[in-house]
């Protein structure tokens, strides 16, 4: 398909368990990003890629939450010994290059709904 | 982390209706976006804007960057069903690429 994709669109897994979750970006986007939407919130940023590197982690919460994007095109959140309060909507975007003007701007996949029981 | 105010938290119109929803924030962004999520799906980009002052109009909806550059309004005219949704405002900082999103405005319209 034509836009960022992610998988899988739901998750239900148990307290304690290692979770991973996968981004496919627009083809040819460099700029990847990671967010969290709680339930009743706003997306909250978690890690910005360029390439195949991580420019911005500062929104991870923690040492449990890792992000890689190995060749530059699809990313995985990896989430370690998961808790409950890690249930949320975890939100993939692509875009051409950093914002600043409207071709850069950020194109959002549908998400994938963590639920830690 | 940090959120926009945003607000109204929710609005219940009447089709054709015109609506206005409004974002403030005690930071300066250099860039303010308008995007709508559906259930179920991420959030679309509606209206982007630049530059302080300006306003910009994409069909029925109109925007506007506050001239302090600390807020943003979005209008909506003559409301239809299909405009039913989360509205969200985000803005960027210093950094080019981090959005900070409010909390969303839950449209619902009456036909």
């Known amino acids: 398909g034509a836009g960022v994709s992610q998988t899988p669109s739901n998750k239900v897994t148990e307290k304690g368990k290692y979770v991973e979750l996968r981004c496919d970006p627009i083809s040819g986007h460099t700029a990847l990003y990671w967010y969290r939407q709680s339930l009743g919130q706003g997306p909250e940023f978690l890690i910005y890629?360029?390439?195949?590197?991580?420019?911005?982690d500062s929104g991870l919460p923690n040492d449990r939450f890792f992000a890689v994007r190995p060749e530059g095109s699809v990313s995985t959140l990896k989430i370690q010994r998961t808790e409950r309060g890690d249930s949320a909507v975890y939100l993939c975007?692509?875009?051409?290059?950093?914002?600043?003007?409207?071709?850069?701007?950020?194109?959002f996949g549908p998400g994938t709904r963590l639920t830690v029981l | 982390g940090q959120q926009l105010n945003q607000s109204p938290q929710s609005m219940f119109i009447q089709e054709g209706e015109d609506v206005s929803m409004n974002c403030t924030s005690s930071s300066i962004f250099n860039t303010w976006l308008w995007y709508k999520q559906d259930p179920g799906e991420g959030p679309v980009l509606l209206i982007a804007l630049y530059k302080a002052g300006e306003l910009t109009s994409n069909g029925r909806l109109t925007a506007q960057f506050g001239i302090t550059r600390k807020d943003s309004f979005l209008n909506i005219s003559a409301s239809i069903p299909s405009d039913v949704g989360i509205y969200f405002c985000a803005g960027r900082g210093g950094s080019n690429y981090k959005l900070t999103f409010g909390k969303g405005t839950l449209l619902t319209v009456n036909p």
């Open positions: 975007a692509s875009s051409l290059g950093a914002g600043g003007s409207l071709g850069n701007e950020q194109f």
């Open positions: 890629f360029q390439g195949t590197g991580a420019a911005d």
